[in-house]
Structures are given as structure tokens and as C-alpha cells.
């Protein structure tokens, strides 16, 4: 059974910085890809940071130099680390999961809030 479960959220003023786990379970790191996501009030989600198994990390403009997107196969976890936050990063932040090689790897995980107060 795959899982994929966050954590690492919380309150944080504009600035400062957290760093956000995704703990998972049931994949094999080396044929998937790893994203992070969020979703704000009122808004659609949107790609933060992906890890693929063929290459480097990739991220969303508004959170390049700001964020970034790492993995320890060895605990297969995904981790964001979030510096200089700002009040628009506060969004429900996702972990996904999914696969060039295999259709049927589609997961998400429960989120984690994060809020940043200016």
C-alpha cells in the first residue's frame, strides 16, 4: 500500500523559515517523481518544486532562491526546505507522487498548512 504523509507545517512570520517532510512508503524512489504542491484559499494548486528520478530538481519561479526540494532514498522522504517566507506562500502544501514508467502512480498526500504572517 502506497502512502505518502507530510508534516513539517505550521505558523511562521514572513521571513523565517520551515522545512517540510513527506514520509512515504509502498515507492521506489528510483522511478519516481516527487512534487510538491500547494493550494491557497480561492485558488487552483500549483507545482512548488519537483524531484525527478532522471534529473535535477526544478522549481516554480516565485519560489526559486527560496526554496528547496531534496531526497533521502535511504528513508524515502522528500523534504521542501522553505526560507525568506512570505505571506503568499501560505497554502496547503501537497506531496505527490507519480511516474514516467508507470501510469497507475498517482498519489497524494493528506497536506500540511502552512501559514505566514506578515
Known amino acids: 500500500q502506497v502512502r505518502l504523509v507530510e508534516s513539517g507545517g505550521g505558523y511562521v512570520q514572513a521571513g523565517g523559515s520551515l522545512r517540510l517532510s513527506c514520509a512515504t512508503s509502498?515507492?521506489?524512489?528510483?522511478?519516481?517523481?516527487m512534487g510538491w504542491y500547494r493550494q491557497a484559499p480561492g485558488k487552483e494548486r500549483e507545482l512548488v518544486a519537483l524531484?525527478?528520478?532522471?534529473?535535477?530538481?526544478n522549481y516554480a519561479d516565485f519560489v526559486k532562491g527560496r526554496f528547496t526540494i531534496s531526497s533521502d532514498t535511504a528513508k524515502n522522504t522528500v523534504y521542501l526546505q522553505m526560507n525568506s517566507l512570505k505571506p503568499e506562500d501560505t497554502a496547503v502544501y501537497y506531496c505527490?507522487?507519480?511516474?514516467?514508467?508507470?501510469?497507475?502512480?498517482?498519489?497524494w498526500g493528506q497536506g500540511t498548512q502552512v501559514t505566514v504572517s506578515s
Open positions: 505527490h507522487a507519480e511516474s514516467d514508467l508507470d501510469d497507475s502512480i498517482d498519489y
Open positions: 524531484i525527478t528520478s532522471g534529473s535535477g530538481p
Open positions: 509502498g515507492l521506489s524512489f528510483s522511478i519516481v517523481n
